[in-house]
């Protein structure tokens, strides 16, 4: 089942909140939330995959440090993320990994009209928990 | 908490401060270690990430810390100010359209690139090393501007080592760039003078026009945020409080260093940035009025920091004399009084201009530093409206209205890279900026001077 997601109020920029049956859902549901803030009706083009190989200090750091990955991404290579295949692992001390890959589809930043920049994802009152059978996760963009 | 806060506000400012969670993260401000005299909140202030915006707080150099969420991740996000020789009500509704036309196109503006200069890494570390002077050496702008920014347009440490592959990869495109969000270039009528000699001063007159322009270190400074942020969270000198954004180096430590070297070389590529703006609007007017420097002056008032540490030298009420310590502004800026050796010898009598951008429909204002100021809330100052609506309840009430033709009813041309832009930034979508200025003024932090109405704006 595909991640749920929506968005928080806050007075100044931006909250999301996701949830997903697992881990991989949730990241996968984390970066269509991430590219409907930053681009409502995404550029077509064809879809190039890149490899992704993060860690974390636990999952909100995880989580966040792979959003402000598809920031660089989206700033510094005019790349957006449109499809995510990943595995997140957590170890017994609390650490975590990302290991998979992006799918990204590049546009033109002249012709970025449409588009919101996001400055970063912050640990800001960030979540990721279990609740029953389903994970959900919060975190505020900086907007 | 390690000391108490300090809100300037009025009660209707102070009921919305309690309606978010500003109060709550002023107080995890207070709990930092080594926070010297009141962890503060302007009239401005409203809930942020970590800090809130509109915070101040100043840090002990031995004892306290340095925090990168205190300073944001737009580093020296700031707003400067340029008089010009023309009156505003010499310009017709015709050249008032076509300059907001010709500027929307000659002013590199919204999401990503849109550098104006190509830079090898050689430039960049200039640029990161000199700040405006670099940009004034390659002819963007005149010595003169120098004087009439914060730190002569460069601070120091700023070590241009420090910054990042990844971080030099996001400002490569982007310097001389606006951005988006709250950043513009605005065309203003000075409204009203409150304060004839300080606007003597400051060059402003009644009727006249200037121009703000607001915009910060772009893609370059998030990064340099997101890069210390990441490190000190694995860092075990670091000081972890259960709000994970502020998370803050020791002052001393190695990483603390390291932050301060890369946060002012971040600051140094804003103020670049603000210089190669002003370089763009200048001409783009020039050419667009077919008129000389000389007939439109354009004289740079200030420029000052929004968000920003720096190692500054205040009178503690505790101290009862002067001591060095990192003030955090977080959404705030400064306010210096006359004679305080900072402050440009023009305004040496007058005080520091306090720069209050307002939303993009209604007014900025005008002020001058105190020594009020200097005394209470270690020379700071708001630093414009405050949001009041979050982005989503301001699309809300923005659906369904075409805003660009309800300002241009109210004689205000807009041109916005982003419809969503225009919508979150509607004028609704922040609070009253004379209320903000009255409480400063009221409060003594910082004293009236001009009001001025927005005539042309343009956003990312």
Redesign the interface.
């Not at chain 1, 970025?112 to 920049?117: D, H, K, L, V, Y």
């Not at chain 1, 912050?122 to 960030?126: D, F, L, S, V």
């Given at each position: 089942m595909r991640a749920q997601h929506g968005?928080l109020?806050?007075?100044?920029?931006?909250g999301l909140w996701i949830e997903a049956e697992d881990l991989s859902g949730l990241f996968a549901g984390a970066a269509e939330a991430l590219g409907q803030v930053?681009w409502?009706n995404p550029p077509p083009g064809e879809v190039v995959w890149r490899s992704l190989d993060l860690r974390g200090?636990d999952l909100?750091?995880l989580l966040v440090?792979y959003l402000?990955e598809l920031?660089?991404l989206?700033?510094?290579k005019?790349l957006l993320c449109l499809k995510v295949d990943t595995a997140i692992d957590q170890h017994p001390d609390g650490s975590t990994v990302l290991v998979g890959r992006v799918g990204l589809v590049e546009f033109d930043?002249a012709q970025?009209?449409?588009?919101?920049?996001v400055?970063?994802a912050?640990?800001?009152?960030?979540k990721l928990v279990r609740r029953g059978n389903r994970w959900r996760a919060e975190v505020?963009l900086?907007? | 908490m390690n000391t108490h806060g300090l809100i300037y506000a009025d009660r209707q400012l102070i009921e919305a401060m309690a309606a978010d969670a500003t109060l709550r993260q002023l107080a995890g401000v207070a709990a930092l270690p080594g926070i010297v005299g009141p962890a503060l909140a302007m009239p401005d202030a409203h809930q942020g990430y970590g800090f809130p915006i509109g915070g101040v707080a100043a840090f002990d150099p031995d004892q306290g810390v340095v925090s990168p969420g205190g300073v944001g991740y737009d580093i020296n996000c700031g707003v400067r100010l340029l008089r010009s020789r023309l009156g505003a009500d010499d310009l017709s509704a015709g050249q008032l359209t076509r300059l907001a036309d010709d500027l929307a196109a000659g002013v590199p503006a919204g999401v990503g690139r849109g550098s104006q200069v190509q830079l090898s890494d050689k430039d960049m570390d200039q640029v990161l090393a000199r700040g405006a002077a670099w940009a004034v050496a390659q002819g963007y702008g005149d010595t003169g501007d120098l004087e009439f920014c914060e730190a002569g347009g460069a601070l120091s440490p700023a070590d241009p080592q420090a910054i990042s592959p990844r971080a030099r990869q996001r400002g490569r495109g982007q310097l001389g760039s606006l951005g988006a969000g709250n950043h513009f270039v605005e065309l203003a009528r000075v409204e009203h003078i409150y304060n004839q000699a300080a606007a003597d001063a400051f060059g402003l007159t009644a009727g006249g026009l200037v121009v703000w322009i607001h915009s910060g270190s772009r893609g370059l400074g998030h990064q340099v945020c997101d890069d210390f942020l990441r490190r000190l969270a694995k860092d075990k000198e670091a000081v972890h409080p259960p709000e994970r954004q502020l998370v803050a180096a020791p002052a001393g430590s190695s990483i603390g260093r390291q932050y301060v070297a890369a946060m002012g070389a971040a600051a140094n590529f804003a103020f670049a940035n603000r210089q190669l703006l002003t370089h763009r609007v200048r001409e783009t007017m020039f050419r667009s009025l077919a008129a000389s420097p000389r007939d439109l002056g354009l004289g740079l008032i200030y420029d000052i920091a929004h968000n920003i540490a720096k190692l500054e030298e205040h009178i503690t009420p505790e101290a009862g004399e002067k001591r060095r310590v990192w003030v955090h502004r977080k959404g705030a800026t400064r306010s210096l009084g006359p004679q305080h050796p900072e402050v440009p010898s023009r305004y040496s009598a007058i005080g520091l201009p306090v720069l209050l951008p307002g939303d993009m429909g209604t007014a900025s204002y005008v002020l001058a530093g105190t020594t009020i100021a200097e005394a209470e809330t270690f020379g700071s100052a708001a630093h414009g409206a405050g949001r009041r609506l979050s982005r989503k309840a301001a699309k809300k009430q923005a659906a369904g209205r075409d805003l660009a033709a309800e300002l241009a009813q109210a004689g205000v041309v807009v041109r916005s890279h982003s419809r969503g832009t225009l919508a979150e930034e509607m004028p609704a979508a922040y609070k009253d900026v004379a209320q903000v200025a009255r409480v400063m003024d009221a409060a003594g932090i910082a004293r009236l001077v001009a009001r001025t109405v927005p005539l042309v704006v343009i956003k990312g």
């Open positions: 968005t109020e806050h007075t100044a920029d931006l930053m409502e200090v909100v750091d440090r402000n920031v660089y989206f700033d510094a005019d930043p970025s009209n449409g588009a919101t920049a400055k970063a912050t640990y800001h009152q960030a505020f900086d907007v | -």
